[in-house]
């Protein structure tokens, strides 16, 4: 059995159509990669359409293609007796994943980065642990809202992922670098991943699908910066369509300071997303009124974020939320405009937050001298590279 997942040979990047797949198109305007774009409905509508097939065909196709990572058609007994359908599956959908550019390992921590942009890297980062994998996903490329101990943010928004391309990232883990106890999924990488929605839902509706990867909800987290729109799209999905799981999920907001004025220098969404609008956001949604549904994210900026009023602040925000905290020392940089917080510094806050009461834990920095710790995603593939949409400080 010959593996799909064979990386490009190719330098260039890979032509992905974005937004919505469009079920009519024909086999020739498929690129390497699109099918990666199918939900499992899509794709059985899609085998019916263009090859005439019934849902058994679509049905096997998907399963070996996310749960094997491989087509064996030929010796699957759904396509006996079919070899032309066989040889058109094989050379209508390629399934080239995109060149592995980069990959930087600290330990066994590892980031590579994909050959999807001519201007910015797609960064993802491999972390494994002792009995499982996690896997730090991008949804962007770039990010427009510029928050000031973030690398990422540097470079401006230049376009949202597609499905596909996310789908690529953990394709890549799983099948072309072999990880086997791949368990926990954080979209927590390059970009405000509520502001890519649609792409992102879809992602996680492959991912999540008992016919494939198998992957469960509650393993998979959503970072986001505090982008109201998408929060409440979400509370809605998560409404419409319970038999999804999307309640399940985990929801991280990236807080850092719950003092008006200091998180909107710090992260310039405040001033479009002020706290108190955020904070209905929340008590509105399901992650808030559940255990483990919220995660609080906070970074330690010695001086900044740690002083007493900020602590005040914090707490004051928590009322109310059932939530979990994550202290997350600052990383630096390319260009460091905070310093790295001692790690008795953090141990300090950390103390004060669990004598209120609450659920904190540290974040470990886990590939920082490769840049691939928090807040540290985000390079250039070419050094003049152009600037995309920012939100100025």
């Given amino acids: ?68 990572g491989q087509l064996d058609l030929k010796n699957d007994p759904l396509f006996d007796g079919n070899p032309e359908l066989v040889s058109s599956l094989e050379r209508d959908f ?102 890519n929605l649609d792409a992102l839902m879809e992602s996680i509706d492959i991912m999540t699908d008992p016919r494939g990867l198998n992957l469960h909800a509650k393993h998979i987290s959503i970072s986001t910066a505090g982008y109201i729109p998408g929060i409440n799209r979400l509370r809605d999905l998560c409404r419409e369509y319970p038999h999804r799981n999307y309640q399940k999920l985990h929801l991280g907001l990236s807080l850092h300071s719950a003092d008006p004025e200091t998180r909107s220098s710090l992260m310039p969404i405040n001033r479009v997303y002020p706290l108190d609008e955020l904070k209905k956001s929340l008590l509105s949604s399901p992650y808030s009124q559940v255990k483990d549904g919220l995660y609080i994210e906070y970074i330690v900026l010695p001086g900044v974020t740690d002083k007493p009023e900020q602590i005040d602040k914090l707490l004051y925000f928590l009322e109310g939320l059932t939530a979990k905290i994550n202290l997350i020392p600052y990383n630096p940089g390319s260009n460091p405009i905070f310093r790295k917080p001692e790690e008795e510094e953090v141990d300090r806050l950390w103390e004060i937050l669990n004598e209120k009461g609450y659920s904190c834990r540290t974040r470990k920095s886990r590939g920082e001298s490769v840049m691939a710790a928090c807040g540290q995603l985000g390079r250039r593939s070419k050094p003049d590279g152009k600037s995309g949409q920012q939100l100025t400080v």
């Fill in 1 to 68: 059995m010959s593996p799909v997942w064979q990386i490009s040979e190719t330098s260039s990047p890979m032509p992905v159509r974005h937004g919505t797949v469009n079920s009519n198109s024909s086999p020739e305007a498929l690129n390497p990669m699109e099918l990666l774009n199918y939900s499992y409905d899509h794709l059985i509508g899609f085998m019916a359409r263009q090859y005439g097939k019934r849902a058994y065909h679509g049905d096997a196709l998907f399963r070996h293609l996310y749960s094997r």
């Fill in 94 to 195: 390629p399934l080239n994943l995109p060149l592995i550019r980069t990959r930087q390992k600290e330990g066994d921590t590892l980031k590579f980065t994909l050959n999807l942009d001519p201007e910015i890297n797609c960064e993802t980062v491999l972390i494994p642990m002792k009995k499982y994998s996690t896997l730090c996903l991008s949804s962007q490329m770039g990010c427009r809202w510029n928050c000031q101990f973030c690398e990422t943010g540097k470079l401006g928004l230049h376009r949202n992922l597609s499905t596909s391309e996310i789908m690529a990232q953990l394709m890549t883990a799983r099948f072309a670098l072999n990880a086997d106890k791949l368990r926990n999924l954080v979209f927590m990488g390059m970009g405000e991943p509520l502001e």
